[in-house]
């Protein structure tokens, strides 16, 4: 889930026509998830073919990532390489959090319980080998480039964003602020009006930009503060300090400066700070990928969605979509390119 910093921080909502002609670096786990959990039968069952196997990322990716081309955002998929050793802990709980929510999915079940069983199935989403190299077989097929990140996607997101490889990088995470991104998108995989967990209250999900200095520049620390302070409320490296939340961790690194100074004041201790401070701060990336499209194989694509049970004509329906709006794209450039000569 990575760092909290909703209360602190404030971005700008934007139609996805405001990212027309731009690159985004997406963190594919992250949307996968939110696919996987947004995408599901009343009782809360994930979509499946008739083998069992789930489809509910495949359909997001398929016809979300198309709206996105039709507005002109070029997406870029960057996949989770081998977690860093000191997210082993993050990984275990998390691995048993869907454990019992799968439990508690069962029972609400059993007990007609529609409402308490689609929010419990909304935490059971994993990440499995099929999930991952289906999405991987569908993106290629459609063209698009895939990047395989050394340890955290949003890791690599954000230095690709640091290199003006991509405009932003897309996540729900806060993590990738202390990355090290300029520009962080969130909300961009699922939008519209959203029913609000347990109440029955709906929102208006929005996409949001947070500029990452702004950000910064509001709060009045610097990035390597900012991990410090996220340091003392706990990461997917660390657990933190208990007690010790966004406001307080604030005010420790404004009044403190680093960990340096504050971990003796407040009498804690965190021994392996300074290999996570590295892990935000001393990436120096992976250069091996390409941000350039490649043409739509649509039959492999239309065969394999077939082989999930997806109806054909649909696909291909989308896929369509997916090339007309690259070549409006094409055609946008080139003319921009052409009036810059007058």
């Avoid at 080998?129 to 480039?145: C, D, Q, R, T």
Wanted: glycine fraction near 8%; include cysteine; charged fraction near 30%.
């Amino acid at each position: 889930m990575g760092v909290n910093l909703s209360g602190l921080a404030e971005p700008r909502s934007v139609e996805l026509e405001d990212l027309r002609g731009k690159k985004v670096a997406i963190d594919t786990y992250n949307i996968a998830y939110q696919f996987m959990s947004a995408i599901r039968q009343p009782d809360g069952h994930p979509l499946c073919d008739s083998k069992g196997r789930t489809t509910s990322h495949l359909s997001g990716l398929l016809y979300r990532t198309a709206n996105l081309v039709e507005a002109g955002i070029e997406p870029v998929f960057v996949f989770d390489g081998r977690p860093h050793p000191l997210k082993a802990a993050t990984l275990k709980e998390r691995s048993e959090r869907r454990d019992r929510a799968t439990e508690e999915w069962r029972e609400a079940i059993a007990e007609g319980d529609m409402e308490t069983a689609r929010r419990k199935a909304q935490q059971t989403s994993r990440m499995t080998k099929e999930v991952k190299s289906s999405a991987k077989e569908l993106i290629g097929y459609m063209g698009f480039p895939v990047v395989e990140a050394p340890s955290d996607g949003e890791q690599e997101a954000a230095y690709m964003c640091r290199e003006g490889a991509v405009y932003a990088a897309a996540s729900q995470d806060f993590d990738s602020l202390l990355f090290g991104t300029p520009v962080l998108l969130r909300n961009l995989a699922l939008t519209g009006r959203r029913k609000m967990p347990g109440k029955e209250v709906y929102r208006e999900i929005r996409t949001e930009v947070i500029d990452s200095g702004a950000f910064l520049a509001g709060l009045g620390i610097t990035r390597e503060q900012l991990v410090d302070m996220c340091i003392l409320m706990g990461t997917d490296f660390n657990p933190g300090i208990k007690g010790i939340g966004p406001k307080k961790a604030l005010k420790l690194v404004r009044d403190g400066g680093s960990l340096e100074r504050i971990l003796p004041r407040i009498g804690q201790e965190i021994p392996e700070y300074p290999e996570i401070r590295d892990i935000f701060l001393r990436y120096e990336g992976n250069d091996s990928y390409s941000t350039d499209y490649r043409p739509v194989e649509k039959d492999r694509a239309v065969e394999m969605l077939a082989s999930y049970d997806f109806n054909p004509e649909r696909v291909s329906g989308a896929l369509d979509r997916i090339e007309k709006a690259r070549m409006e794209q094409e055609t946008r450039r080139r003319q921009k390119s052409l009036d810059s000569w007058f």
